[in-house]
């Protein structure tokens, strides 16, 4: 007979752990990432690498700083470090500097994430905030949009080179009524500028979507909403009902929607607040969206995760059973 | 069997039940151990005083421990033979004091006198006389249960036996569903009650034919979930009522019933027989020959575990009942009680053994709690030292079924911080 184990009760526990759930995160955003090097090319490639590898190392030195001992480090590693790399990487612009990445990459990770407490402490989206502070940063830089062909990877034709331009993306246009896309162009995101490697391909994020969503990681109906509210605010804000596929494809939304707004960090804790979150998410992006003229999902989300504690504060679920008090009736003489 | 929607409550979880291991297999009678070792606190409520010496002779049924005070119960020897010893034992679940009967192999017995199975009160002083208590493991009294004010509309026996791994209620209502019955209509009528119900969770399909087959019962199929035979869940589940924080479920005109109180009620009244046996589970990958047993009241579980062949070598959690709320055993020192209704022997293939992470705030443990609580602010204002907080989130309203740490992504003991917190608060408060 071995030695016997103490524990508290429940002595049997359910498989998910962090590092499951984030390792499915990782799996989920691989088609977004391909189809992003598909369209931009290895340079996108390299730049989520810098990223990811950045992120890791920013979280690996400051333990090491704080005085972890590396074993510690290596054992206890939950990937969330590798699921902000990689967000932020795909959430650049694919033809910006190399050293954004590395910027950003150590904001996030020991500004926003370790200097709160690190996994689960940080109240903003650490990739969202990185992408935020490189905007602000690096204004010309972020705003240089891709074009995306399918002959980035391997330009045989000279004529299919995919080239930076400064401007507008879809969203501009269609936020101006005056888009010549075609959904199906906005769906497969081919030939549409993109200011993030990530978001262009939505075929890609719906796969990524729909595996999260088999592996109950995420609940299907959050970014359903966050998507669905946003699109049926710019039908009213621009009162045409055809604005809404076109509005709903176009930009980061989709992207984020999947895989941004949904972190568990940064999100209520019940269902209802998730339902208050991510519809309050919805109307502001599109208030936001119509009122400025261009994407304004990041500044969203990182707005909206201010209200997390609030939402957390006031919609607390009653006990099973609660009734309320019944004011109780004075013996009237 | 036609498809239709079972009853259950909202929220819970799916836990993979195991009982493939005994649920097939009959009870077997374990033969009398040479010494048993008969607590006196075997339920909630004041010990019962001992009303033997040392070198008394007594017989199999007779009172050893006698009932103190309203919430008591009395305890009554489960071998014939002399008794060695009346000490304290410190075993790792308490400290009590046992009464040790060495077995003579004779198996006299004195049961209690017969009565008039019509007369209300007879059948609820036999329940009280005969030392009956909540067998599904709180051990509760069950005369202090029927001892009601509130008008009773529902008997509610439970069998929905959501605990993993146990199958002692299951086998119980496919071997002797007559007397389940019989008995769960005797509690009925001595509560002017004869609406009974059992609900049965759906992984039981030869239990619920069984009592299907007996008159003037009301199944319920239940869904498989955990924690389904809680009782304010159990009571949602198959009569839709709620019953409210802090309130009995007399207070919605139910009371609910172990399938095993049933059983044993039955044999007390019609068969003059105290509590002095119960069937368990021994199970687990752990153990050689997992079983469905009827012990004596008072087996050491050294012999209990020896008759199942013995632990294997890679035996790592020794559990005293179920695994999600059964209580964790250091060394197999202990003696059956009225209440045990399972030892498991887990292996590490079955248990987690991963040390706690960081909260990541996924939500989870809230989503799943039966009661609504959210465990993970609780977990968390609690370690800050801030009670009262923990319990604006619900800390006083758990009834710790470990939903929320079988969830746990992060594997963090959110039981043990509630439990924490209700201690802090009752201390607080008293």
């Not at chain 1, 804000?237 to 494809?249: D, E, K, M, R, T």
């Not at chain 2, 079924?401 to 043990?416: E, M, N, Q």
Request: with cysteine; charged share 20%.
């Amino acid at each position: 007979m071995g030695k016997l184990v103490i524990s508290n009760t429940p002595h049997i526990k359910s498989k998910s752990s962090t590092k499951r759930i984030m390792i499915d995160v990782l799996i989920a955003l691989l088609p977004a990432f391909v189809m992003g090097i598909v369209y931009f090319g290895w340079y996108a490639l390299l730049l989520c690498a810098i990223s990811l590898i950045t992120c890791i190392l920013a979280e690996v030195v400051y333990l090491l700083i704080v005085g972890e001992k590396i074993k510690d480090i290596i054992r206890k590693f939950d990937f969330t470090s590798a699921v902000t790399g990689l967000l932020l990487g795909m959430n650049l612009p694919p033809e910006c500097p190399w050293y954004l990445p590395i910027i950003g990459g150590i904001f996030g990770i020991v500004v926003v994430k370790m200097l709160f407490g690190g996994t689960g402490k940080n109240f903003v989206n650490p990739a969202i905030t990185a992408r935020i502070f490189l905007v602000l940063s690096f204004a010309s830089f972020m705003t240089m949009w891709g074009e995306p062909s399918i002959g980035a990877l391997f330009p045989l034709d000279s004529g299919a080179t995919s080239g930076a331009t400064s401007g507008a993306t879809a969203l501009g246009p269609i936020l101006q009524g005056s888009s010549q896309m075609s959904n199906l162009d906005l769906f497969l995101g081919t030939g549409v500028g993109a200011s993030a490697i990530g978001e262009t391909c939505k075929v890609a994020l719906i796969l990524g979507y729909i595996y999260l969503v088999i592996r109950k990681v995420i609940d299907f109906k959050y970014p359903l909403i966050y998507v669905g509210v946003t699109g049926l605010m710019m039908v009213i804000y621009q009162g045409n009902i055809n604005a809404f596929l076109p509005s709903i494809l176009s930009g980061a939304l989709i992207f984020a929607a999947i895989f941004m707004a949904t972190d568990y960090v940064t999100t209520p804790n019940t269902t209802l607040g998730n339902i208050v979150y991510f519809a309050l998410l919805g109307i502001l992006t599109a208030t936001l969206r119509h009122l400025r003229g261009t994407e304004s999902v990041s500044f969203c989300i990182l707005f909206m995760n201010f209200f997390v504690p609030l939402i957390d504060r006031h919609i607390v679920p009653k006990p099973f059973g609660f009734k309320k008090a019944k004011k109780e009736v004075k013996d009237g003489k | 069997m036609s498809i239709t929607k079972r009853a259950t409550f909202l929220r819970g979880v799916h836990v993979p039940d195991n009982k493939y291991l005994t649920n097939t297999k009959p009870i077997e009678v374990m033969p009398a151990p040479k010494l048993v070792f008969i607590s006196m606190s075997q339920h909630i409520g004041k010990p019962s005083s001992v009303v033997v010496n040392v070198g008394d002779r007594v017989k199999k049924g007779q009172l050893i421990g006698e009932e103190v005070g309203f919430i008591s119960a009395s305890v009554y020897a489960s071998v014939s033979g002399t008794v060695k010893e009346i000490k304290s034992i410190k075993t790792p679940l308490n400290t009590a004091t046992y009464v040790v009967i060495e077995n003579d192999g004779l198996e006299e017995e004195e049961f209690l006198p017969p009565i008039d199975k019509n007369d209300r009160q007879a059948i609820l002083d036999r329940i009280r006389i005969a030392g009956m208590v909540g067998l599904g493991g709180a051990g509760f009294p069950t005369y202090v249960k029927m001892a009601t004010e509130e008008k009773i509309d529902v008997i509610l026996i439970n069998g929905a036996e959501c605990e993993p791994y146990l199958t002692c209620d299951h086998r119980m209502m496919v071997e002797r569903p007559e007397g389940v019955v019989l008995g769960a209509k005797y509690i009925g009528k001595a509560l002017n009650c004869d609406n009974i119900v059992i609900g049965i969770e759906e992984n039981k399909p030869d239990a619920i034919k069984a009592i299907s087959q007996i008159e003037g019962v009301t199944v319920v199929p239940l869904k498989k979930k955990y924690p389904q035979g809680s009782e304010k869940q159990l009571i949602y589940a198959c009569t839709k009522r709620k019953v409210a924080p802090g309130k009995l479920p007399a207070s919605q005109g139910v009371c609910v019933f172990n399938v095993q109180t049933a059983y044993q009620s039955f044999e007390a009244i019609e068969k003059n027989k105290p509590l002095y046996e119960r069937v368990m589970t021994v199970s687990g990958k752990g153990i050689e020959n997992p079983k469905n047993i009827l012990v004596r009241n008072g087996t050491p579980y050294q012999d209990i575990l020896e008759y199942c062949g013995g632990l294997k070598d890679d035996a790592v959690k020794l559990i005293a009942g179920g695994p999600m709320m059964g209580k964790i055993l250091p060394s197999p020192q202990g003696y059956a009680k009225k209440t045990d209704s399972g030892l498991l022997v887990l292996d590490k293939t079955e248990v987690c053994l991963e040390e706690p992470s960081p909260c990541i705030n996924c939500g989870r443990c809230a989503k799943a709690c039966p009661m609504h609580l959210m465990p993970m602010y609780i977990d968390l204002f609690t370690k800050t030292g801030n009670y009262e907080r923990a319990n604006s989130y619900g800390a006083m309203n758990c009834f710790e079924c470990g939903t929320c740490s079988y969830v746990c992504p992060a594997k963090r003991d959110l039981v043990g911080s509630i439990q924490y917190c209700k201690r802090k608060l009752r201390e607080t408060r008293s």
